[in-house]
């Protein structure tokens, strides 16, 4: 069975920094582009960051550009999302999903995790 | 940079209804555009990929259809299983990247 599992969610002070993973088991993780979209409470949908299957090629969103960084391990099937500079507008509940295809970053998400929430607050 | 909207933001309908919900890019993606189902309190599921590409396991009352800037999602017969909030999604090569549209909500009248 394909799965991704996150954690590091948690509460943490305006200014502090968390880092997020996820794990994933059931697929060839080490071909797969790999992504983090976010949900803040009562809101939509919003794409954070996506990485190459290879790890050597990532993109983010302009809202998390220079505070969020985005790698992978492969040889631990595990991604991790390093988050920086942390405010109240990040917010949300953090899902890692899955490209659908293998041959390129650009798809969409056909396996998604089950969350994890940031509260950012004091 | 593309946006994507979405049409109408909520609608309400019965059970057996034909139901349509539009997504515009504004500027052409091709048929790079996905299709995503979120159940209240559940994990975003992927319906339709490239446009009109049904997702394996998806109920086949499910399709898409459209190229370039203009998109449609349409619910041919609405079950209550069918509530939900549904949102477009452009993956193409293009700034920013993987936007998703604001969602429409369905709910049964």
């Known amino acids: 069975e394909v799965q991704l599992l996150e954690s590091g969610g948690g509460l943490v002070q305006p200014g502090g920094s968390l880092r997020l993973s996820c794990t994933a088991s059931?697929?060839?993780?080490?071909?797969?582009?790999m992504t983090w979209v976010r949900q803040a409470p009562g809101k939509g949908l919003e794409w954070v960051s996506t990485i190459s299957a290879s790890g050597g090629s990532t993109y983010y969103s302009d809202s998390v550009k220079g505070r969020f960084t985005f790698s992978r391990d492969n040889s631990q099937n595990t991604l991790y999302l390093q988050m920086n500079s942390l405010t109240s507008e990040d917010t949300a509940v953090y899902f890692c999903a899955k490209g659908h295809l293998t041959t390129t970053s650009y798809c969409a998400f056909d396996v998604w995790g089950q969350g994890t929430l940031v509260t950012v607050s004091s | 940079d593309t946006q994507m909207t979405q049409s109408p933001s909520s609608l309400s309908a019965s059970v057996g209804d034909r139901v349509t919900i539009t997504c515009r890019a504004s500027?052409?993606?091709?048929?790079?555009l996905a299709w995503y189902q979120q159940k209240p309190g559940k994990v975003p599921e992927l319906l339709i990929y490239?446009?009109?590409t049904l997702q394996s396991g998806v109920p086949s009352r499910f399709s898409g259809s459209g190229s370039g800037t203009d998109f449609t999602l349409t619910i041919s017969s609405l079950q209550p299983e069918d509530v939900a909030t549904y949102y477009c999604q452009k993956y193409n090569n293009g700034a920013p990247r993987f936007t998703f549209g604001p969602g429409t909500k369905v709910d049964i009248k």
């Open positions: 500027q052409g993606i091709s048929n790079y």
């Open positions: 490239a446009a009109s």
């Open positions: 059931g697929f060839t993780f080490s071909s797969s582009a």
